[in-house]
């Protein structure tokens, strides 16, 4: 029995990985849409079409509960997915909700009125869809009031981390934190918000100095899951653990096994 976690290429390796150490006994099938990555670049209805023919791929594999591990699928396609309408028995969900929990500290099922929170100067790294879309300060919104989100959209730095630069990736993030100081220069918290950045958390952290809680979403995330799944047992699904791709499944499969230093083997999806 698997549990799917989808994102456009390897970010979503980063959840997986948290989700594996949290709940050893829970199988996963991982999809990486590499031959259309970045999404962070696509307009929102490519984003939808790409996210919702994954979603459903993995469906019918036998992977009733999905994860999008990708901030850009969550924030573009999420919502339309579930008011269109999911099929009986099977579930997708998004990595904002388990984000917004730890920033807000109240639990998603609380639906009392947005209140004042500690964190008042949030920095939000995210893909330029995921800037655009504003489904984060949506979202934060409706449980937090008083809260100012600047965003800045990090442009190239998953490129890079798909390509295996580093080097570029570290320069980027360096650039992207310098212009997000410019217009908020004391955040209080960052989010880094796409599932690649934990690849890039120390280098975040060193360029927003260490008075600034970084938030990443992996462990975020992974707990949720092992309470979700531990209130909707039923929804571990069936069919077959491992890797997937639409991409090239051996140059996938070197870069997974370069990020999480173990081999990962990807399949042609």
């Known amino acids: 029995?698997?549990?799917?976690?989808?994102?456009?290429?390897?970010?979503?390796?980063?959840?997986?990985?948290?989700?594996?150490?949290?709940?050893?006994?829970?199988?996963?099938?991982?999809?990486?849409?590499?031959?259309?990555?970045?999404?962070?670049?696509?307009?929102?209805?490519?984003?939808?079409?790409?996210?919702?023919?994954?979603?459903?791929?993995l469906w019918s594999r036998g992977c009733d509960l999905v994860i999008l591990a990708c901030n850009t699928a969550s924030a573009a396609a999420l919502r339309r997915m579930q008011e269109e309408g999911v099929p009986q028995g099977k579930r997708v969900l998004g990595v904002f909700v388990p984000l917004i929990e730890a920033l807000t500290e109240r639990q998603w099922g609380d639906n009392s009125p947005p209140r004042e929170v500690a964190v008042k100067h949030v920095a939000l790294f995210a893909t330029p869809a995921t800037v655009a879309s504003r489904a984060f300060q949506r979202e934060l919104a409706f449980r937090a009031i008083g809260v100012d989100v600047e965003a800045q959209a990090c442009g190239g730095v998953v490129d890079a981390i798909e390509d295996g630069d580093m080097i570029l990736a570290e320069a980027l993030v360096r650039s992207h934190v310098d212009a997000l100081k410019r217009k908020m220069p004391q955040p209080q918290a960052?989010?880094?918000?796409?599932?690649?950045?934990?690849?890039?958390?120390?280098?975040?952290?060193?360029?927003?100095?260490?008075?600034?809680?970084?938030?990443s979403q992996g462990d975020l995330v992974a707990e949720s899951l092992a309470d979700y799944l531990q209130r909707h047992p039923d929804m571990l699904g069936g069919g077959e653990a491992g890797y997937l791709t639409t991409g090239n499944p051996q140059k996938v499969s070197d870069r997974a096994t370069q990020f999480l230093r173990r081999q990962i083997t990807f399949k042609a999806a």
Not at 22 to 36: G, Q
Not at 193 to 212: I, S
């Open 1 to 57: 029995m698997a549990v799917g976690i989808f994102d456009s290429g390897l970010g979503g390796l980063t959840v997986l990985n948290s989700a594996q150490t949290r709940l050893p006994e829970v199988d996963f099938l991982y999809y990486a849409d590499s031959a259309h990555a970045p999404y962070g670049v696509r307009d929102a209805e490519d984003i939808y079409n790409l996210t919702r023919n994954a979603v459903q791929d």
């Open 190 to 215: 960052a989010i880094l918000g796409c599932t690649h950045y934990p690849l890039m958390a120390e280098a975040f952290q060193a360029a927003l100095g260490p008075d600034v809680q970084v938030f």
